[in-house]
Nanobody, 128 residues
Framework: QVQLVESGGGLVQDGGSLRLSCTAS????????MGWFRQAPGKEREFVAA????????YYADSVKGRYTISRDNAKNTVYLQMNSLKAEDTAVYYC?????????????????????WGQGTQVTVST
């Protein structure tokens, strides 16, 4: 069993930055695909970013490309999401996810159903 615990959310002004962290307990991360989804009030959950087990491959939603960076430190069992140039539309609950199996291509990384574990979520609010 894997547990994912997110941290780093909060309130930030438009144009500001935040870094989210997700630490996994129970198993090592080195072979697992990790990612982030988000859900805004009244909207469906959407893909944000994902990273392969080795950290070599990363994928981003078009809405965050160039502003967000996903990274991982397998020695610490932790995945990070650096969010820069934040906008009001980035306001959402952000969820960390983990998939035990290999993921091939964007279609796999971006599909919520492909992930085996979800964190409890952390709120990010961007004020204008």
């Amino acid at each position: 069993q894997v547990q994912l615990v997110e941290s780093g959310g909060g309130l930030v002004q438009d144009g500001g930055s935040l870094r989210l962290s997700c630490t996994a307990s129970g198993r090592t991360l080195s072979t697992y695909t990790m990612g982030w989804f988000r859900q805004a009030p009244g909207k469906e959950r959407e893909f944000v970013a994902a990273i392969s087990g080795s950290g070599i491959s990363t994928y981003y939603a078009d809405s965050v490309k160039g502003r967000y960076t996903i990274s991982r430190d397998n020695a610490k069992n932790t995945v990070y999401l650096q969010m820069n140039s934040l906008k009001a539309e980035d306001t959402a609950v952000y969820y960390c996810v983990l998939r035990r199996a290999f993921c091939a291509g964007y279609g796999c990384y971006a599909a919520p159903a492909k992930y085996d574990y979800w964190g409890q979520g952390t709120q990010v609010t961007v004020s204008t």
